[in-house]
C-alpha cells in the first residue's frame, strides 16, 4: 500500500475523525467526497470510505465494480445508529465477507461483551412473532435486487410453515417507495408494518424467528437469542445460521461454541478512535487487505441481482 484514498460523506463527528486517523498511518493520503470521481481514481491502492450507501456516489460505485481493496467505516453492530466509542470497519466489503475477516480474537469479544454490559446471551428465547427485516435500500446489497419481489415470497413461504403473527421491519433509510408486490404480500399475508425506531421495534424476547437479507439487524438478534434465518451468505451470521424458509430452520438455534466463535470474529469489526488513531485497526486488518479474494461486484453484483 501507498496511496490511500479518504472518501467522505455527511456523517457525524466520530466517523469523521474515524476517517481522519488512516491520515497518521505514513501512507500518501488524498482526501475527497464520495460522490466524486476524481480523474486520478485509479491510482489509488485502498479506499477508506464512510458509510456503505453506494447509489450516486461515484466513487463508491467505482470502488464496487472494481473491487478495490476497501476499508468501510460505519456504525457500530452493538451501539447502533449512535455510537460513543466504537465503530464498525470492514475489510474489503460493503457487507459481510468472512473470506477477508481476521482469525477469532476471543479477548477482543470479551472486552466488547463488558463494555456493553452483555450478561445474557446466547440462550435461545421463545417468543410468539416472526420478524422479516428489510435492508436500507441505499445498501450495495440492493443493487438490482427486488425487496418487494423478496419480500412476498418470504411472507408466502412463511404462511406455508406457520400461523404465527408476522411483521416486517421497514429500514429508516426506505429512500424510495417499495413496489406493489409489498403492499400485496402486507394485505394477502396479515403482516404488520413496523420500523426500525426504538419505540417500535418488537422487542427481541418476542421473537420466535427473524428472516433478513443482509441487514445488520440479524447480528444483535442472533445473541439476544433469536433462531435466524439468513438469505444471502453476505449477512453477518450467515455462516452459523440457516439460509432458506423450513419447518426445521425456524426454530434453529446454534450451539455456543459456534456462536462465541462467530462473534469473535466479528469483534475485529469493532474499533475504537483511539485504536485506529494508533494503528491496531490496520495493524489487523492490513493483511486481508492484500489478499482481497474476492471483489465486491462478484460478492453482490449480477451473481444476486434478481430474487
Not at 155 to 174: M, N
Request: proline share 5%; hydrophobic share 30%; net charge positive.
Amino acid at each position: 500500500m501507498k496511496k490511500l484514498a479518504l472518501v467522505y460523506s455527511p456523517s457525524s463527528e466520530i466517523y469523521m475523525k474515524a476517517l481522519m486517523g488512516f491520515r497518521k498511518l505514513g501512507y500518501q493520503t488524498e482526501i475527497f467526497d464520495d460522490r466524486d470521481k476524481p480523474k486520478n481514481i485509479s491510482e489509488f491502492d485502498c479506499f477508506i470510505m464512510l458509510g456503505n450507501d453506494y447509489k450516486n456516489r461515484a466513487a463508491k460505485e467505482y470502488v464496487y465494480k472494481n473491487g478495490k481493496p476497501c476499508i468501510v467505516i460505519t456504525s457500530s453492530f452493538f451501539e447502533g445508529k449512535n455510537p460513543t466509542k466504537y465503530v464498525r470497519v470492514h475489510a474489503n466489503g460493503f457487507v459481510n465477507n468472512m473470506c477477508t475477516m481476521p482469525e477469532p480474537d476471543y479477548d477482543r469479544w470479551n472486552m466488547l461483551r463488558q463494555y456493553h454490559q452483555y450478561d445474557n446471551i446466547f440462550e435461545k428465547k421463545q417468543g410468539d412473532k416472526i420478524v422479516i427485516a428489510l435492508n436500507a435500500q441505499t445498501s450495495p446489497a440492493m443493487m438490482k435486487f427486488d425487496v418487494s419481489n423478496w419480500f412476498f415470497k418470504a411472507a408466502k413461504q412463511l404462511r406455508e410453515h406457520t400461523d404465527k403473527p408476522l411483521y416486517v421491519r421497514t429500514h429508516r433509510k426506505k429512500k424510495e417507495p417499495l413496489g406493489p408486490k409489498f403492499q400485496d404480500a402486507c394485505r394477502r399475508f396479515k403482516v404488520k408494518e413496523i420500523s426500525d425506531t426504538k419505540e417500535a421495534e418488537v422487542p427481541h424476547h418476542n421473537i420466535s424467528t427473524a428472516i433478513s437479507f443482509t441487514t445488520t439487524f440479524s447480528v444483535k438478534s442472533l445473541m439476544f437469542g433469536t433462531p435466524h434465518i439468513a438469505m444471502h451468505e453476505g449477512n453477518f451470521v450467515s455462516d452459523i445460521t440457516r439460509s432458506t424458509i423450513k419447518d426445521k430452520n425456524l426454530d434453529f438455534y446454534p450451539d455456543k461454541d459456534s456462536l462465541e466463535h462467530h462473534y469473535s470474529r466479528l469483534a475485529n469489526c469493532e474499533w475504537s478512535l483511539e485504536e485506529i488513531h494508533n494503528g491496531k485497526c490496520w495493524e489487523t486488518l492490513l493483511p486481508y487487505l492484500q489478499s482481497n479474494p474476492k471483489l465486491n461486484y462478484h460478492w453482490l453484483g449480477d451473481q444476486y441481482g434478481t430474487v
